[in-house]
C-alpha cells in the first residue's frame, strides 16, 4: 500500500496527466482549424498517450489498495498563434510535469517505497522522451522560420506519426499495453 501523502501526491498527477491529455486535444483542434492536419494529428496522438499515462498512475494506486481520488480539470489554454508557439507551449508544459514526475520520485525515496520508485522509473525515462520530442520539433520550426512551404512539407512529415499505445482500457491499462 502506498503512503496517504504519496496517495494523495499520485492522485493529483492523474489529474495532471488528464490536463495534459486535455491541453493536447485543444492544441490538436487549433492546429486542425488552421489547416495544420499534420500538427493535429501530431498533438491527438500525444492526448492518447497522455491518456496511458494518467491511466497507469489510477490502475496503480488500485493495484496497491489505495483510492483514486478524481478532481476537476482546469480548461486549458486554447489560443496559440504559431505552429512554434503550440510547440513550445507543450514543451513548457512537459517540463512542468517532469518536475511534478520528480517530485513523486522524491517522496517515494524519502519515504523508502521501492515499489512506487520502481514504477515512476517508467515516468522519469518517458518524460526525457517527451522533452526531447518537443525540443527537436521546436529546432526544426527554427529552421523552417517563415517558409510556408517548408511548413507544409513538415506538417506532412508530422502526419506520419502513429498511436502506439493503447486506446481501450476497459481491461485495464497494464493489460492494454501487454496485448492482452
Given at each position: 500500500m502506498v503512503?496517504?501523502?504519496?496517495?494523495k501526491e499520485i492522485n493529483g498527477q492523474v489529474n495532471k496527466e488528464m490536463y495534459s491529455a486535455?491541453?493536447?486535444m485543444a492544441m490538436?483542434?487549433?492546429a486542425n482549424a488552421r489547416g495544420l492536419k499534420g500538427i493535429s494529428r501530431w498533438f491527438m496522438v500525444q492526448y492518447h498517450e497522455e491518456m496511458v499515462h494518467a491511466m497507469k498512475f489510477y490502475e496503480y494506486l488500485q493495484d496497491q489498495g489505495n483510492d483514486v481520488v478524481l478532481g476537476a480539470i482546469e480548461k486549458p489554454e486554447g489560443s496559440f498563434t504559431t505552429a512554434m508557439s503550440l510547440y513550445e507551449a507543450a514543451l513548457k508544459h512537459e517540463r512542468f510535469i517532469t518536475g511534478s514526475i520528480n517530485d513523486l520520485v522524491d517522496i517515494a525515496i524519502a519515504e523508502k517505497d521501492h515499489a512506487s520508485k520502481a514504477f515512476l522509473d517508467w515516468y522519469v525515462t518517458e518524460q526525457v522522451e517527451e522533452e526531447q520530442n518537443d525540443t527537436e520539433i521546436i529546432q526544426t520550426l527554427k529552421m523552417i522560420g517563415d517558409n510556408t512551404a517548408a511548413l507544409y512539407l513538415y506538417d506532412k512529415e508530422l502526419a506520419a506519426r502513429m498511436v502506439t499505445v493503447p486506446?481501450?482500457?476497459s481491461g485495464?491499462?497494464?493489460a492494454a499495453m501487454k496485448g492482452k
Open positions: 503512503s496517504k501523502k504519496l496517495e486535455y491541453l493536447y490538436s483542434a487549433h486506446t481501450d482500457f485495464g491499462v497494464s
